[in-house]
C-alpha cells in the first residue's frame, strides 16, 4: 500500500533519481542517477532507507509538496530554505511530517541541488533495475519527466524509523560567495601527456567558470584554452562521471551523470570520486580551478568518505 504527495507547485526541474542505471551502456542507455551522490546518500540514511532508494533531486528552486499522511522525510544538500507549514525546518536531519503537512522552499542560500528522502522511498517502477529519470529518453523516475503542477507522487507506505539522535554534519557545498574559487581535485587522465608541461600547468592554475548551457549530461568550462602538443585523431573510447573531455577549441567539459557511454575527445583529467558532488553544487557563472591529485590520494579519500557513511549508518541503526 502507498501514500501519496500531492504536487502543489513543481519547483523549476524536480525529478526522482536514484544510484543510477548501469548494465545498458552500451545500448546508449545513459547511467543518469544523483548529481550529487553524498547528499542523496546521506538524506536516504536520515530518512532509513537503503542507498538505492530514489530522492528527489531538486534544482534552485523547489516544489510545493502536501503530505496526505504522515512520514519522515530528510533533506540535504543546497539549502533552499525548506519550510513544513510555513515554518523553517533543519537541513540534515530527520523530520516528522505530519498528514496534511506542506513542505515549500524558498530562497537560495547556497549549493544547487537538494535531495529529498521520504521513509520508505518513493513508489515507482524501476525501469532496466532503476528509479532514475532519463528526461530525454521519456522514461524512468515519474512518467519519464520532472514534476509538474497537480502530479500525485506515491511513497511506500512503511513503519515510522526510531527516533534518531541528533547528528551534527557539516555541509558539503562550495562557498556561495560572489568570486569565489572553489577548489576541484582531478587525477591525471589518459591523455595527460599529450598536454606540453606549460598546458599542464595553465590547467592547474586557471580558473574555469561554468557555463550557462551546462547541464546533466556535461559541464562546460570557460577559461584559458588547452591545445595537444599535436592534434591527433582519437578513437572513441569510454566515459565516466567526471571525465575532462577537451575539445577542439579548447575548453574543457566536465561530464556528469547523463554522460554520453563513449566519446571521442581527449580525456586530460578526471574529477575525483569525492569532488563530484562539491561540482554538481555549482551553479553556472560559478568558478573553480583545479587541484591534481595522486591516483592513491583519491582512492584514500574515497575510502575515508566511505567509512564516514558507514558510521552514520550504524549511528542511526540503518541496515543496508
Not at 519519464?144 to 527516533?163: I, N, Q
Request: proline share 6%.
Amino acid at each position: 500500500m502507498s501514500q501519496h504527495i500531492n504536487v502543489i507547485k513543481p519547483g523549476v526541474q524536480s525529478q526522482l533519481q536514484d544510484l543510477g542505471r548501469f548494465g545498458f551502456q552500451d545500448l546508449g542507455v545513459p547511467v543518469c542517477g544523483v548529481m550529487d551522490e553524498w547528499s542523496h546518500r546521506v538524506a536516504n540514511l536520515l530518512a532509513g532507507n537503503a542507498r538505492d532508494e530514489a530522492t528527489l533531486e531538486i534544482v534552485l528552486m523547489g516544489p510545493s509538496l502536501v503530505f496526505e499522511a504522515a512520514t519522515q522525510i530528510a533533506i540535504c544538500g543546497a539549502d533552499l530554505s525548506p519550510r513544513l507549514n510555513g515554518e523553517p525546518v533543519p537541513m540534515r536531519q530527520r523530520i516528522e511530517v505530519p498528514a496534511g503537512g506542506q513542505l515549500d522552499f524558498g530562497r537560495r542560500v547556497s549549493g544547487l541541488r537538494t535531495y529529498l528522502a521520504v521513509r520508505g522511498g518513493f513508489d515507482v517502477e524501476p525501469v532496466m533495475g532503476s528509479r532514475s529519470t532519463y528526461v530525454r529518453g521519456g522514461f524512468g523516475g515519474f512518467q519519464g519527466r520532472a514534476l509538474r503542477k497537480g502530479d500525485v507522487l506515491a511513497f511506500a507506505d512503511t513503519p515510522a524509523a526510531p527516533t534518531a539522535p541528533v547528528v551534527e554534519m557539516a555541509d558539503q557545498l562550495p562557498s556561495s560567495e560572489l568570486n569565489a574559487v572553489t577548489p576541484v581535485r582531478v587525477i591525471a587522465g589518459e591523455h595527460w601527456a599529450s598536454y606540453s608541461s606549460e598546458t599542464q600547468a595553465l590547467f592547474e592554475t586557471a580558473t574555469y567558470k561554468i557555463n550557462p548551457q551546462s547541464d546533466r549530461m556535461g559541464y562546460r568550462l570557460d577559461g584559458p584554452a588547452l591545445q595537444r602538443r599535436e592534434a591527433v585523431e582519437l578513437i572513441s573510447e569510454a566515459m565516466s562521471f567526471g571525465t575532462i573531455q577537451v575539445p577542439s577549441d579548447g575548453q574543457p567539459i566536465v561530464l556528469m551523470a547523463e554522460r554520453h557511454s563513449a566519446g571521442g575527445y581527449p580525456k586530460m583529467a578526471h574529477v575525483i570520486s569525492v569532488d563530484l558532488p562539491i561540482l554538481a553544487q555549482l551553479a553556472p557563472q560559478q568558478q573553480l580551478r583545479f587541484e591534481l591529485v595522486s591516483l592513491e590520494a583519491a582512492q584514500s579519500l574515497y575510502l575515508q568518505r566511505e567509512k564516514t557513511l558507514s558510521a552514520l549508518r550504524q549511528t542511526l541503526g540503518v541496515h543496508e
